[in-house]
């Protein structure tokens, strides 16, 4: 697969291996010509006016969302809730359907693998209503551990919370068996979809979770878009999360009413153009199929896992490469990863280096950082190779004697 020459960004620049994926993806021709022809052709405040331009962005708007919908696997497409993202989502559950369903002695559990996208909304939802909040542990080789998740949950247990795909690690983790663990205490089940999405078949529907997140921006899409899943039954008895024009039925004095799903959750004017560049991004990525796009990170996750584990004083983090999606992280014994990703940058090698908004996961893996490279439908093996090459440059570097 060598799709590069789709994305103009690394047409424009042959000697960059961008490998940042997981952060944010590049994005195809098609997805910046969607959006561009919307605001050339269709754009108007959509819901409102009632003349044929306007008329025509409401059509786009739902045409998007029929796409987007199809994508993730989700027949009843209202339930598909634009947001900004992976971020915006999961704060939208854990605030509007929280506050109404959590209290005191309540408990909540999310595991350490969790961003803090998925981590931080719970924590401070427990802080505010007097719930208790667990971490569910990893095991030793960096899956979420079934046996104290199953010890964990209790009939207090109101929310289990966990990503699909880690974005540290890139563990896969098995949604149905952490779903049934959940169900079989009657609690929530909420899953962070955010590095799921881009990278496999999510198929929402038969994923057994009552709300899944997922972020555009990290799927060729544009950045400002992502959305919420969740099932109609939870959504329609959950209050409002943001209060202004679309998402009311009628204002009174004295109180007001809601509109019907999705618009409910949709306070003010909507990205329309950004949900036009993400269905747009769906289509591209269907073109693909998501078989292949997997098959294909897996393989150069395969390639760089090996030849990374041949670099002495290098050390790989996550499962086996067949367990996981497109993402590797390790730390070079003697360079601080932000030492490395600086060096990497020189050689046109773009990775991260941080906690990756996983501190909770860096404290339980005794690191306060790894770097990590990340892949995706552009890359291939001449950016595996460059990383290397880059790697062994700054390992001959910190190795030179000092003075
Ligand atoms: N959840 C996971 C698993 C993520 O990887 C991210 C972003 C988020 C939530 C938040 O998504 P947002 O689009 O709302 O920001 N992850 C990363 C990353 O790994 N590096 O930069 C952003």
Sequence with gaps: MNRRADFPLLAANPGLHYLDSAATSQKPRVVLDAMRGYYERDNANPHRGAYDLSARATERYHD????VARF?????????????????????????????????????????????????????LALATGAVFHVCPLTDDHHVDLAALRALVTARTKVVAFNHVSNALGTVNPVREIAAIARGVGALVVCDGAQAAPHLQVGFDALDVDFYAFSGHKMCGPMGIGG????????????PYQFGGDMIEFVRDDHSTWNVLPHKFEAGTPNVADAVGLAAACDY???????????????????????????????????????????????M????????????????????????????????LNVTSTARASFYVYSDESDVDALVRALEKAKALFAEPVG
């Design 333 to 364: 014994e003697g360079v601080h990863p932000h030492d490395l990703a600086t060096i990497l940058d020189q050689e046109g090698v773009c990775i991260r280096a941080g906690h990756h908004c996983a501190q909770p996961l860096m404290r339980r």
């Design 72 to 124: 993730l696997g989700v027949a009843d497409m209202d339930c598909l809730i634009f947001t900004r993202g992976t971020t915006e989502a999961l704060n939208l559950v854990a605030t509007a359907w929280g506050r109404a369903n959590v209290g005191a002695g309540d408990e909540i559990v999310v595991t350490a693998l969790e961003h803090h996208a998925n981590f931080v909304p719970w924590q401070q």
């Design 285 to 331: 990525l269907d073109g693909i199929g998501m078989d292949a796009v997997l098959e294909h990170e897996r393989a150069l996750v395969r390639l760089a896992t090996e030849r990374l584990n041949g670099i002495e004083g290098l050390r790989v983090y996550g499962p086996k490469p067949s367990e996981r999606s497109g993402v590797v992280s390790f730390t």
């Design 228 to 239: 919420l899943v969740g099932r109609r039954p939870i959504l329609e008895a959950m209050p």
């Design 64 to 67: 998007a969302r029929v796409t």
